[in-house]
């Protein structure tokens, strides 16, 4: 089976491939053969990609779609009532049922927003229902998607039997993958640190891990040669300049999570101190109770923080954290993250006739200035049409959106919260 991108600006996000200002994308059984500025195929079916900019679709390593029903409650929140709502209020009451619908709508969300890859960070940790619930729903999303399976939020139950459980059900390079969250120094012992990654090791998985904003916790893994090039760590604003060249050194990624962060009171995103110390950073939007779901204000408001710090950063580099980055850190930089003939057919078409953008000069600056989920027309994940005409393929959003209001109306009523933007928790610390 064989489509040809015919006409469209192409971005490739690869250097050997170049841009096009004016260029055919050839994808034959869900895989790029062929980019180049024309391409004669007339037996392949023809996507017009004229007044469209043709680029790879986006890389989320780092989200937690369960909280989805919940989208907007914490704006104005720090990281303290954040904690407190959603993992010691709202958490309890979730049963698989609204695990399945918060994480379905959620990749369909990133979807629609241009992310043809992301990772569902799971941190819910009910039962083994829960944990199903979850991989079904990203099983049933039209999707590239990583289940990053974790301890819940401050337990020190052992996670051996889950992680193999599930793993069991998930192939090693099937649509859905799985990857291990690790508890880290600071939220466990080194030697569990330890037996989490060798059993991630025996298994094959890559590792991601949230780093406090406070200090010390990546030397202390230094310290215990337990830094990997396997590994991510997410935010990591406490880290100091020589913690960030030991994750350079061991290989190892950085996600961060600029809206989050800097909403939160975590500090300033780590984007230019990272590449200081010779570390790719990549982005990711963590959650949507506190912030939009899309990578264009991700990457606006890394790029307009860094510009503002030191003047650092150009339009181009965020697409690079974005995209071949990420793909990297989710260790899959040789299927996705680039526009690259023998990879897979990752894509997606941007309107370029759209007011809000046009005319389009340069490309990358524009996606990165100005860009929105709105100029998302076309998205092909493997080669397949997940989104066409700005509108998702063979998705009923009426009756998953009817189903999303009323997990989260349950919730509320269970957890006894109002729905009417009066909420705001108090730690008992304030």
Not at 64 to 87: I, N, S
Not at 94 to 100: G, I, N, S, T
Not at 107 to 121: I, K, N, Q
Request: include cysteine; aromatic fraction near 4%; proline fraction near 5%.
């Amino acid at each position: 089976m064989k489509t040809l991108l015919t006409g469209g600006t192409v971005v490739s996000m690869d250097p050997a491939v170049g841009d096009l200002a004016h260029g055919d994308v050839l994808i034959e059984d869900g895989v790029i053969v062929e980019v180049a500025e024309r391409i004669d195929a007339p037996d392949a079916e023809v996507i017009d990609a004229t007044d469209r900019i043709v680029m790879p679709g986006f890389v989320d390593n780092h989200r937690h779609t369960w909280q989805t029903a919940f989208r907007g409650v914490g704006a104005d929140w720090k990281f303290p009532e954040w904690a407190l709502a959603m993992h010691g209020t709202v958490k309890p009451h979730y049963q698989p049922e609204d695990v399945y619908i918060g994480t379905l709508l959620g990749r369909l969300e990133a979807l629609h927003s241009g992310v043809t890859t992301m990772l569902d960070w799971y941190h819910v940790a009910q039962t083994p229902e829960h944990e199903d619930a979850a991989v079904a729903a990203l099983r049933d999303a039209p999707r590239r998607s990583i289940f990053c399976l974790g301890a819940g939020w401050g337990t020190t139950d052992p996670v051996d039997a889950a992680i193999r459980r599930v793993h069991s059900q998930l192939a090693d390079d099937g649509p859905v993958t799985m990857a291990l969250g690790l508890r880290g120094p600071e939220a466990t012992s080194m030697d569990t640190v330890a037996r989490e990654l060798e059993l991630a090791a025996e298994l094959g998985l890559r590792t991601s891990l949230h780093v406090d904003i406070v200090g010390g916790a990546v030397a202390d893994l230094h310290e215990h040669r337990l830094l990997r090039d396997t590994t991510t760590f997410v935010h990591g604003n406490g880290l100091s300049d020589d913690e960030l060249r030991m994750l350079a050194d061991a290989g190892s990624s950085l996600s961060i999570s600029p809206d989050v962060e800097l909403k939160m009171g975590f500090g300033n995103p780590m984007t230019g101190r990272a590449l200081a110390a010779g570390l790719r950073p990549t982005l990711s939007i963590d959650d949507v109770p506190s912030a939009g779901g899309d990578m264009f204000s991700t990457m606006r408001t890394a790029f307009a923080v860094q510009r503002g710090l030191d003047g650092g950063l150009h339009s181009r580099d965020l697409l690079t954290f974005t995209t071949i980055d990420a793909a990297a850190s989710c260790g899959l930089d040789t299927r996705t993250g680039s526009l690259t003939p023998g990879k897979d057919a990752d894509i997606i078409l941007l309107r370029a006739d759209d007011l809000t953008v046009f005319p389009v000069t340069d490309p990358a600056a524009t996606i990165v200035s100005a860009g929105h989920p709105g100029l998302i027309d076309t998205v092909l994940v493997a080669g397949r049409v997940a989104k066409r005409n700005g509108e998702l393929v063979d998705v009923d959003l009426a009756a998953l959106r009817t189903r999303l209001i009323e997990s989260r109306n349950r919730i509320a009523a269970a957890a006894g919260i109002p729905l009417d933007g009066t909420w705001h928790p108090q730690p008992a610390s304030q």
